[in-house]
């Protein structure tokens, strides 16, 4: 029984690791997190009712864990600094004209039914999201796959709200950007 | 085009419209940025592609946890 459970958890070993990888961009500190995150729901295994499943189960638990350590980490001086280089907008600039009008209108993707059915684009997100700029990523991700709401993160990493939105605004258009070009545009849908 | 298109612009613009898109999904947009909003996505289809794109990508990521 105890067994079984223990597989259930090692199945999801490598999706923590790629969550807490893009979060923590640190190799050596996303698993250590997943570790702990796999000791623990194995040590609360009485606390999994099996309403959820099993991967949201344990990623409401990573999420703990990556805070945790994006707190211990939030100690070293270098995040707000770098969080502001990233809260850059002149990368987008030009999709627009100068009037604020799209030089090229954005494609219409299709069925989304299509690509969410396909293992592959799943992939090609993973590589679009490895491609995003550290903290860009971890705040998209914390927003995205963790769901912690805007002010949680505002706080978590002191930052302003505007400046939250501007972040998670590159990380979108950047996510747009590498999934029109690799996947719509190229090979991938067909 | 649609011929409408500039005068809506003029009032807002397709990259401040990309702004209030993304905005969307982290917080409540006042009545008054719906209303802008709407009528702009009402006549440009660049805009309303865009707005298309977002959804679909917060699904996918939505996926991506599930």
Known sequence: MADDFLKQLETQRSYLLRVARLQLRDQALAEDVVQDTLVAALGAQAGFTGKSSVKTWLTGILKHKIVDAIRRKQREPVAASTLDDEADLEDFEGLFSARGSWQESPADWGDPEQALNRRQFFDMMDFCLEKLPPNTARVFMMREVMELDSDEICKELAITANNLWVILYRARMSLRECLELNWFAGGGRA | ?66
């Open chain 2, 1 to 66: 085009m649609n011929p409408f298109h500039h005068l809506v612009g003029h009032f807002i613009s397709c990259r401040d419209v990309s702004h209030l898109v993304s905005q969307m999904q982290d917080r409540d947009l006042s009545a008054f940025e719906r209303l802008r909003l709407g009528w702009h996505l009402g006549v440009c289809k660049a805009c309303m592609a865009f707005e298309k794109q977002m959804r679909f990508m917060r699904e996918a990521m939505r996926r991506y946890r599930e």
